[in-house]
Structures are given as structure tokens and as C-alpha cells.
């Protein structure tokens, strides 16, 4: 029985390589919509696949194959392995905000800053440069 490995939704854009991954397609897929999803084949792709397709899916059909749908066609792919990777930074910048920084940092950015803002403090400041 196949494995739904992706299902994307909309362009895929089908990148091919000389060593592996020898074929990555990108896209967004109905699982996380918001971010972007590469699937990496450790074959190279079939040479009547085009540059780009629309509403993809993945599917493993046995350890060693897989099937890239998009209608009206489908090509196999016989790969060794296959990597789906998903963006994750706005999850894990959700789980962990960012820490404040402490109060004598902002203050002495400020103070920085408010001098830079004239001809007299930068040249303040290239004296304690030095």
C-alpha cells in the first residue's frame, strides 16, 4: 500500500542536480501552508519530468520506489532514499520566545546611538575608539 510521503498544493518547482540529491522538488504542501517543503530523491529525475508541475503528491510505493502524481501524469522514481524537510523556524520561534536584552545593554545602545546622531558625538566617539 503507497505512503502519502507530500501533498503539495499550487507550483512545485523541480530542481535537478549531477550528485545527490539528484532531484529536489519545493512547494508548499497542505500539511504546513505557510512554509516551505522540499523532498529530496537520491536518484536523479526521469528525463520527461518538466521544470515545474502543480498539485503534486509524494508517495513511496515500496523501499526502493516512489511516484510523483500531478495530473494528468505520474513518473516513478526509483531512490534509495527520500528526505522530506520542512521549514520550522516559526514553530520553534513560537515554543521559545526571544529573551529581552538587559536593561544597561538597551541603555548603552541608546546612549550610542543618540551620539552618533550629531557631528560632535561621532567624533566623541572615534576619540574612545582609540
Do not use: N
Not at 512545485?12 to 540529491?21: F, L
Amino acid at each position: 500500500m503507497p505512503e502519502v510521503l507530500a501533498t503539495f498544493r499550487g507550483p512545485v518547482s523541480c530542481r535537478r542536480a549531477a550528485d545527490i540529491p539528484g532531484l529536489t522538488l519545493t512547494g508548499r504542501t497542505t500539511e504546513a501552508p505557510d512554509e516551505d517543503t522540499a523532498v529530496a530523491f537520491s536518484a536523479a529525475a526521469p528525463a520527461e519530468l518538466p521544470d515545474t508541475l502543480e498539485d503534486v503528491v509524494v508517495e513511496r510505493l515500496s523501499e526502493a520506489q516512489c511516484r510523483i502524481s500531478s495530473a494528468p501524469r505520474a513518473w516513478l522514481v526509483s531512490a534509495a532514499a527520500v528526505h522530506v524537510h520542512g521549514e520550522i523556524a516559526a514553530q520553534f520561534y513560537r515554543a521559545i520566545p526571544p529573551r529581552a536584552a538587559p536593561w544597561t545593554k538597551r541603555l548603552m545602545w541608546r546612549f550610542v546611538l543618540a551620539l552618533a546622531a550629531s557631528r560632535a558625538g561621532i567624533a566623541l566617539l572615534r576619540l574612545l575608539r582609540r
